[in-house]
């Protein structure tokens, strides 16, 4: 993974839960589809502590064999490695 441009930056809590984005930059702008990738940056006060990686759900809508390779296709239509996949979790009813 390379790094590329911040987009937008927002404050989580500290004991983690779950954070929407839109798909907008800081200013509001919509921005293109496309993969973005999300960490976490840890600051008790002004020190930085580290960053991590961060965790994302999505609804599966298709899974594709494609070379050999199982392949996931989400909700938003992007294609996810079955070998990224830490976990899957039940719909939740309703």
Request: proline share 6%; charged share 15%.
């Amino acid at each position: 993974m390379t790094a590329g441009a911040i987009v937008q930056q927002q404050p989580v809590p500290a004991g983690g839960g779950a954070v929407a984005w839109d798909g907008a930059d800081e200013t509001g702008q919509i921005l293109p589809e496309g993969t973005y990738h999300m960490s976490v940056d840890s600051f008790p006060g002004e020190t930085h502590l580290g960053t991590a990686p961060v965790a994302t759900q999505s609804r599966v809508v298709e899974a594709r064999l494609s070379g050999g390779i199982t392949v996931l296709i989400m909700e938003g239509g992007q294609e996810v490695l079955t070998s990224s996949v830490i976990a899957l979790l039940r719909p939740e009813d309703g």
